[in-house]
């Protein structure tokens, strides 16, 4: 048998870092397995990934970390989905939330009944069938209900958090479980000259640290995965065309909403992160479409409250690296690509790499079908939170700018062609390994964009209409009941989980 891994070098102390080293770190628990973290507090983080989806509550759960203790030490609020704005047209909205719509009848997927009452003429539309968007229509917040069997269970949350405050807190848990923290400069990366794995790392004030495993959580440049071992980047901004980001915090006017807001402009979009104590503010857009000065002024026009810091700027590249593991090397966050923020599935992607580190860890042979494996589970799980996230743009309806024209006019992967056509044919929603967005999340893409199916299951034919009707009614009034009698966002907080206002 070979060599068990003793010795773990993560280079960077961002979000993904820490969130890497707190996972190893409860994995190691009884192992003899050292963890270091190197990071350069001169270098500093992106720090602005503070939207999530809900997979973060499974995250910070299985550490073993108190909900209440993580929220008041990050300012975090509640997240019930996305509410875009002007994005099928100027004007529209719709929510995106972490739910299902409605229930099954007759064992037949929900949104078949609402196709054959639209196809019929009647006026239905699908958010009123969906608690959570009822609780976010009217700045509500509450927990699952504990009987799972009513619909009032059926959905998840997630946070807004002070990305900052949370690598902060992972950290406090990490080093109390025995990870060293290195605050200096990687200067160097040494390779192996026999088989080109990384043998050590050497620091601005002279100290060289070996590893058997290296984590990199460098950021965008990929300081190991790309500068040492060359791995390579499947570039996909013909895709995804924007390519910077502005970001800036304001401070809150107003209740925090339970969820993210997401606001298309003509060359990009706009998104609103509000935390307990202030609000994130961010522009997403393509360069090739607009210029640095005029995005800062779309953004610096359409914020609400008093900015508390001055303006940040990001470049990037939409796509992915084209190994997520070489050799000894394991790419977590950043450095293992990027795609827009407009779905918050970074984070998540983060924790699906370090979960797939896990269940593959290696030893000192480092079984090539394993990496190959992780290799190609990752690959497919970004293909297809990049089809989703083209959709977006794809079916919009605007034809205001160039940009918007651009898109619709642009060729799809054929993923997610062939998943359109499903769709629209019959109502068919692909479900795929690893798929991070769940058919009621392509539903609502495809409800708010007006993509209606020519056909429905035709059992539910077998339901009389003025029936369908009356199920329909009964079930839009108890959930628009359910959410009246919640409590509101900010009342939730006050009671649950309110932060000292001076973190
Ligand atoms: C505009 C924008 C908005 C985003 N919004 C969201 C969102 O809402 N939701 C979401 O899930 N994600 C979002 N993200 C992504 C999210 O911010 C990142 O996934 C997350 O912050 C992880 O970053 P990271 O830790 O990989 O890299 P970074 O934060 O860049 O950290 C890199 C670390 O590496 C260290 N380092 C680098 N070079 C060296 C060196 N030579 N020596 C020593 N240390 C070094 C740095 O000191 C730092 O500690 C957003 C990203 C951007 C750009």
């Known amino acids: 048998m070979s060599e068990p891994i003793k010795k773990v070098v993560i280079v960077g102390g961002g979000t993904a870092g820490w969130m890497t080293a707190a996972s190893l770190a409860r994995y ?44 008041k030490a990050t300012q975090a609020s509640f997240k019930l989905g996305i509410q875009f704005e002007n994005w099928a047209n100027i004007d529209s909205q719709f929510f995106h939330p972490f739910s299902d719509y409605g229930v099954k009848i007759n064992n037949i997927d929900f949104h078949h009944y609402i196709n054959k ?44 958090f002070d990305a900052g405050l949370y690598a902060n807190f992972l950290a406090d848990f990490s080093l109390k479980l025995g990870v060293r923290r290195i605050d200096a400069f990687v200067k160097q990366v ?21 590893g058997d495993l290296f984590i990199d959580c460098s950021g965008f440049k990929g300081l190991l995965i790309e500068e040492a071992l060359e791995t390579g980047y ?32 003509a060359n990009g979009w706009q998104w609103r992160i509000p935390l307990q104590h202030r609000m994130g503010n961010g522009y997403i857009y393509s360069s090739k479409f607009e210029s640095d000065e005029a995005a800062e002024q779309v953004l610096l026009s359409s914020i609400e409250g ?43 992607l983060i924790q ?29 799980e970004v293909e297809h939170v990049r089809d989703f996230l083209i959709l977006h743009y794809k079916l919009s309806q605007r034809t205001d700018s160039i940009f918007w024209q651009h898109c619709q006019a642009m060729e ?26 769940e058919p009621a999340s392509w539903l609502t893409m495809y409800n708010a964009f007006g993509v209606t199916p020519k056909r429905y299951d035709s059992r539910v034919d077998n339901m009389p209409l003025d029936v369908i009707e009356k199920n329909l009614q009964q079930m839009k009034q108890s959930i628009e009941q359910a959410a009246l009698q919640a409590n509101s966002h900010q009342v939730f907080i006050d009671q649950h989980c309110k932060a000292q206002a001076d973190i």
């Open 306 to 348: 008093k900015p508390i810091n001055k303006v940040r700027r990001f470049s990037f590249k939409a796509g992915r690296r084209k190994q997520v593991w070489n050799k000894n090397c394991v790419a977590v966050g950043l450095s293992s690509g990027f795609l827009e923020p407009l779905e918050s599935t970074s984070i998540s």
């Open 28 to 71: 190691a628990d009884g192992k003899e397995l050292n963890i270091t973290l190197i990071e350069s507090s001169t270098i500093g983080t992106v720090g602005v990934g503070e939207a999530t989806i809900p997979n973060i509550v499974d995250f910070n759960r299985n550490l073993g970390i108190d909900e209440v203790e993580l929220i």
């Open 352 to 380: 699906s790499v370090i979960s797939k580190l896990l269940n593959f860890f290696p030893d000192k042979s480092f079984n090539q079908f394993d990496i190959d494996e992780v290799n190609r589970l990752h690959n497919s």
């Open 234 to 265: 499947e570039d996909w901004s013909h895709w995804l065309i924007c390519d910077k980001a502005l970001a800036v915090q304001t401070e809150l006017s107003g209740e925090p909403t339970p969820y993210t807001r997401s606001i298309a402009k």
């Open 412 to 437: 799809v992967p054929e993923t997610l062609h062939h998943k359109m056509n499903l769709f629209e044919s019959r109502g068919h929603i692909i479900e795929r390994e690893n798929e991070s967005f």
């Open 190 to 210: 040494n390779k192996d000259d026999n088989n080109g794995f990384i043998k050590s790392v050497t620091l601005d004030n002279g100290e060289i640290i070996e």
């Open 117 to 160: 009452l639209k196809n019929s003429g009647k006026d239905v539309d699908i958010q009123d069938y969906c608690f959570p968007a009822a609780l976010a229509n009217h700045g509500k917040f509450a927990q699952p209900h504990p009987n799972p069997s009513t619909p009032l269970a059926d959905y998840q949350y997630a946070y807004h």
